[in-house]
């Protein structure tokens, strides 16, 4: 069964940069094709999407796609030999403070063709980042 | 950017009753859409996806339909452990979620 841990601060200074990381356990980030992605709530906004590394082990394929929103803000990358992928939110303000999830979208095969989608059926517990001074 | 309406915000029903929750696009999504339960504390589960498909390991009282810009969730009998927020989710341009729908009990 695949799980995601995710680990990283919980408080971060305005004008700084969040950084998280998201450990995949019983699976690895490099086989399947699968969209990793992260996600935050906020009582304010409710949940959005934040972007998504595709990464495909069967096509030997990665890219990525971010939120318009916050595209010129985000970085995110996968590290293989550690099986983890990360999350970079650079120059936050208090309108970032949320509960951060990292979640692993859909794959499997469908008969002999493999079908992968931007839903999320595992996700990591959820981190609560505050940005404060 | 899609928009996605969901509604009604807060459902009352009591256990054993149906629920039917709403979700609305602001444009044709196909079938691009999932549904997710939420508990307090809790990351968000998946339900459905492609809009009428059931998720491994989700009871069949969990239906989903429609394409186009109209959808639906139907819990058909309400169990005790139902009662959450329900978000839908559209993947057909980018990716964005509905307000939720906060099913509680009567």
């Known amino acids: 069964q695949v799980q995601l841990q995710q680990s990283g601060p919980g408080l971060v200074k305005p004008s700084e940069t969040l950084s998280l990381t998201c450990t995949v356990s019983g699976g690895s980030v490099s086989s399947g094709s699968f969209y990793w992605s992260w996600i935050r709530q906020s009582p304010g906004k409710g949940l959005e999407w934040i972007g998504y590394i595709y990464y495909s082990g069967i096509y030997y394929n990665e890219n990525t796609s971010y939120n318009p929103s916050l595209k010129s803000r985000v970085i995110m990358s996968v590290d293989t030999s550690k099986n983890q992928f990360s999350l970079e939110l650079s120059s936050v303000t208090e309108a970032d403070t949320a509960m951060y999830f990292c979640?692993?979208?859909?794959?499997?095969?469908?008969?002999?063709?493999?079908?992968?989608?931007?839903?999320?059926?595992?996700w990591g517990q959820g981190t609560l980042v505050t940005v404060s001074s | 950017e899609i928009l996605l309406t969901q509604s009604p915000a807060t459902l009352s029903l009591s256990p054993g009753e149906r629920a039917t929750l709403s979700c609305r696009a602001s444009?044709?999504?196909?079938?691009?859409l999932a549904w997710y339960q939420q508990k307090p504390g809790q990351a968000p589960r998946l339900l459905i996806y492609d809009a009428s498909k059931r998720a491994t390991g989700i009871p069949a009282r969990f239906s989903g339909s429609g394409s186009g810009t109209d959808f639906t969730l139907t819990i058909s009998s309400l169990e005790p452990e139902d009662f959450a927020v329900y978000y839908c989710?559209?993947?057909?341009?980018?990716?964005?979620f509905g307000g939720g729908t906060k099913v509680e009990i009567k």
């Open positions: 444009q044709s999504i196909s079938s691009y």
């Open positions: 989710q559209q993947r057909s341009n980018w990716l964005s």
């Open positions: 979640a692993r979208g859909i794959g499997h095969y469908e008969g002999s063709r493999y079908y992968s989608a931007e839903y999320f059926q595992h």
